[in-house]
T-cell receptor
Framework: GENVEQHPSTLSVQEGDSAVIKCTYS??????FPWYKQELGKRPQLIID?????GEKKDQRIAVTLNKTAKHFSLHITETQPEDSAVYFC????????????FGKGTLLTVNP | GAGVSQSPSNKVTEKGKDVELRCDPI?????LYWYRQSLGQGLEFLIY????????KSGLPSDRFSAERTGGSVSTLTIQRTQQEDSAVYLC????????????FGPGTRLTVL
């Protein structure tokens, strides 16, 4: 089955700096890669996603890149703000007829004012 | 509805008791997922329903866990003879037909087994 590795497990940046979180996946058939943000005690919220026919996608300060050959994808947050502090999860779909998502173990991002 | 809803929000039970957790997906979403999140941990896949297809139960940790989805809408996750290690937040998510929409999560049910 699919295996998703996420790094780093914790990341601390200064307000205004950029943050990058990286994930690798094992199943070459995977074709859908969402990112979720989870604040303490809250549900995971989808922040951006990318499909395998696209190499990069941007939404204001957030961007995701995908390298299908290397089987890795990354989340980039620019001009970080304290409210970006949360746990971020990457995920990959298993592909085929089953779109079950396999999640990485999460990255705790802390943005220091 | 406006989003995925789950009930109860909190459940405290004694070891050995059975519990039922309910999920109401977003109207029109045919795909439904159950995940489990232990304190400070990631999201562990439990089961996935897609329309009338046979569910993917590959993530259920033991035969004490079962789930059903009636009428292609509401889903119930049942845990029999609960154990302390079952304590976690159980999250439900739904999406449009598999691969056509992004999964949205409900608020979760926090289960505590004493």
């Amino acid at each position: 089955g699919e295996n998703v590795e996420q790094h780093p497990s914790t990341l601390s940046v200064q307000e205004g700096d950029s943050a990058v979180i990286k994930c690798t996946y094992s199943d070459s058939a995977s074709n859908y890669f969402p990112w979720y943000k989870q604040e303490l005690g809250k549900r995971p919220q989808l922040i951006i996603d990318i499909r395998s026919n696209v190499g990069e996608k941007k939404d204001q300060r957030i961007a995701v890149t995908l390298n299908k050959t290397a089987k890795h994808f990354s989340l980039h947050i620019t001009e970080t703000q304290p409210e970006d502090s949360a746990v971020y999860f990457c995920a990959a779909s298993s592909g085929g007829s089953n779109y079950k998502l396999t999640f990485g173990k999460g990255t705790l991002l802390t943005v220091n004012p | 509805g406006a989003g995925v809803s789950q009930s109860p929000s909190n459940k405290v039970t004694e070891k050995g008791k059975d519990v039922e957790l309910r999920c109401d997906p977003i109207s029109g979403h045919t795909a439904l997922y159950w995940y489990r999140q232990s304190l400070g941990q990631g999201l562990e896949f439990l089961i996935y329903f897609q329309g009338n297809s046979a569910p993917d139960k590959s993530g259920l940790p033991s035969d004490r866990f079962s789930a059903e989805r009636t009428g292609g809408s509401v889903s119930t996750l049942t845990i029999q003879r609960t154990q302390q290690e079952d304590s976690a937040v159980y999250l439900c998510a739904s999406s449009l037909a598999g691969g056509e929409g992004s999964p949205f999560f409900g608020p979760g049910t926090r289960l505590t087994v004493l």
